[in-house]
Structure formats: C-alpha cells, structure tokens
C-alpha cells in the first residue's frame, strides 16, 4: 500500500513526463503489477489527452460585445499616462539631478522626520497596492520567508511567525516598493480574513506612535536600531489589539 | 542615501506591454467563464484584470512571463470576489471529497479509454463536465492540461503548494474522466453530425 501511496505521489508528473528517468522506472515497474494505480494512471492519461486535443476549441470563446474595446480604450489610458510620464523626464540634466536629491532627502527625510503621518500614508498606500495585485492565500513558514528575505535582499529579520492565539496567519514577504525597494515588507492576514503588513525601515529610531490615515490604523515603534510600521484595519477591536501586541512583541 | 533611478519605461514599452497584454484577451475570458460559469461574471473579471494590470504595470519585471502574471491576477482578483460572496470554506483537498465526488456506478469496462473518450465527447460536454468539477480541480486541470502552465505557474497563481497543485491535477483529471465516460456511455439518439 505504501508503494501505491508513493505512485499516486508522482503519477501526475509521471503522465505529464515530468518525472526523471530513475523515477519514471519505478512508478512504470509498479504499475505494471498493480492493476488500480494503472487504472488511475490510464485515467488521468485519458482526460490529459481530450483536453489537450480539444485546447484550442476551449479557448476559443466568442467574446461578448464590447469587452474588446473597452480592454483596448484601457490601453490607451495606460499609454498616453506612460507616454506623459515619460515626457515629464525630458528636463535638463541639473534639474534631474536637482529632483533625484530632492527625492533623496525627501525619503530619507520622511524615514527620519517627526512626520509619522507622511510616512504611515506612504506604507498604507503601498500595504492596498500590493495586497490587490499579489495576494498569496494560504500560511506561509516564518523561517523560509527569514530565509528567502536574508538570502534575497540581505535582510536579518525575525519573522513573527504565524500565531493562532494572537489571531494571525503569515501568508508572505517580499520587498517594498516605496523608498525604491529597500524596505521588507512581511504580510499577514487577521482572523476575520483583514489584511496586516508589516514594514521595517532599517537604521532609523525614532518615538512610538500611531496615526489613522487613508483608511487604516497605523502603529509606529523602533526596537534595536530599526523603526517598524504595522498597518491594521481602521476599527479596532479587541483581536486586533491582541495581534498588534504580538506583532510588537515579537519582530525584531 | 540618493539610489539609482530605476530605468523609466518610454511610450512604445507600454505600447508594447498593452498589445501584449491584449493579445491574452481571449484566453483569459475563456479562463475567467470555467472560473466563474457565467458569462457576465467571466466579463467582469477579465475587465477588473485588465484594469489592475494596466494600473499596476510597474510591478511587472520585463522579459518574465507576462501571461502567467495575468492569470495571476486574474486568480487573485477571482478568489476575493468569493471570499467576499460567501465565507464558506470548502475544504476539497481531504480524500473525503474525492469520494463524495466520484459517481455512484463505476464506469462500464472500458478498453481503451482514451480512444473512446476523444471520438464519442462533445465539445459541449466536455465544458459541462469541467464545470461540474469542484472548483479547485477545475482551475488546476484547466492551467494545466488547456493553457499548460508549469506546476510552479500554476502554484504562484492558486497560492497553494506543487503538491496541493498535483493533487488537484491528478483529482481533477479522474474525475473528468469519470464524468466523460459516462457521458459517453449514455444510451441515447444518434445525433447526426457529432463532433
């Protein structure tokens, strides 16, 4: 029965001839005396086949009036906006240089500045805009996101992992947009399914505090050199309470 | 503390990322009708998509692969439609539900299953069979044996791990067989012109 277990394992990759050879031997050798697994594999084999043979006429959908147009109207909004964009950078050289430091010092200046509310709107904004675009669904492991942030970016965090007492899953981390790109960005979801981030600006202290901007709550704290920034649904109730305290207590 | 700037994109990269964009517009509707079975639901989602992937095309990394990360929203934009509908969890990974799912009688003895299925299905069967699946089977069958996405794509897109995403497949594509044969082994009227 184990053997059979292992061969339903690997049967997709195996019909798919995605397995490597040593392993396409042992699951063809077991399937050869085991009547039930060749059955299943017969079967996955059968349906691969009538949906590959029939692909394209399942994908040729007769699209319903209008759709088209307006997907293509769409286009042209995001083109003559990049086209604007792109335009607006065709500026002598000294003011180029002139705005870079000025973005420079602006963002530096944000991360260190007394104004919490500018930099909580910039994380809030980025906290909505990564969490429409890219949302992973199920928990993830705390360590392999450490992981993947140190390995990736450099970045020595601990990760609060996922607490069912605090009433908060880790779903995953991946770098901040804002600032460039040099911000770790930790994502979480609370009981009630609320979207929470956590943000580390790294090199900054500065004092605790909480600002309500754009429609979420915000929690401002430093700890061992770096400033962190979790962003929470507007109301708060008692599980985001609780969450927050966790989050608090744990990251570093 | 000044970064370098990251290299702008000019008017013809986004020329050229919204013809190729647009160019998925047939694959992803017919995506979206499996995902959604109705054919204002699968409009609205792919119009949502598009709107996101338009919006938010700086988070597209140039030269990966542009269809996978539509179908990705597309995905994403999909599952919080029906966490929003309804906060059901259905939970379709256990063996419980493959075995609720499969038919009562088993199917007759078939030989040579393949050859039978690919002459006698309709095309009108076969999306009505898909579109009885359980919806996790459903996505993952369609990613993988219609638009033939790697098990990676496909895992990125439905947030689950290669092994959830191989089971499915593997769950999906019995099932379907299952639902075929039957189909096929119905006792019925010739029909002239089948196919």
Known sequence: MDECRRTAERVTPYVDGALPPGERREVEQHLQH?????????????????????????????????????????????????????????????????????????????????????????????????????????GADASEIEEELESKFGWD?????????????????????????????????????????????????????????????CRIWSRGGNTYVLVLPKETSPGIARLARYVEREAR | MVRRVRSTTGPADADAFAAEALGLLEPLFATALRLTRNRADAEDLVQDTYVKAFRFTDRFERGTNLKAWLYTILHNTWRNRRRDASRDTVEVDSDRVE?????????????????????????????????????????????????????????????????????????????????????????????????
């Open chain 2, 99 to 195: 075995q609720a799912a499969t038919l009562a009688d088993g199917p007759a003895a078939l030989d040579t299953p393949e050859r039978i299925l690919l002459r006698d299905t309709l095309d009108a069967d076969l999306q009505a069979a898909l579109d009885e699946l359980p919806a996790a089977f459903r996505e993952a069958v369609w990613l993988r044996d219609v638009e033939e996405f790697s098990y990676a794509e496909i895992a990125g897109m439905l947030g689950v791990p290669i092994g959830t995403v191989m089971s499915r497949i593997s769950r999906g594509r019995r099932l379907l067989f299952e639902r075929l044969s039957a189909a096929a082994a119905r006792p019925g009227v010739e029909i002239a012109g089948r196919r």
């Open chain 1, 157 to 217: 965090m601990h990760v609060p992992p996922s607490s069912s007492a605090a009433g908060i899953t880790l779903l995953g981390g991946r770098r901040c947009l804002y600032a460039d790109g040099s911000m770790p960005h930790v994502m979480y979801k609370a009981e009630g399914a609320e979207p929470v981030s956590l943000f580390r600006l790294e090199g900054v202290t500065r004092k605790a505090g909480e600002v309500t901007t754009l429609g979420h709550h």
């Open chain 1, 34 to 138: 085991c009547p039930p697994c060749a059955r299943g594999a017969q079967e996955e084999q059968g349906a691969r086949t009538v949906l590959r043979e029939r692909a394209d006429r399942l994908k040729a959908q007769p699209l319903p009036p209008g759709l088209r147009s307006r997907c293509e109207a769409l286009a042209h909004e995001h083109s003559r906006v990049q086209a604007v964009r792109w335009w607006r950078l065709l500026v002598p050289a000294t003011a180029i240089a002139v705005l870079l430091i000025f973005a420079g010092v602006l963002i530096f200046a944000v991360a260190t500045r007394r104004s919490d509310t500018l930099l909580a709107a910039q994380l809030t904004a980025d906290h909505v805009k990564c969490f429409e675009v890219f949302v992973p669904e199920k």
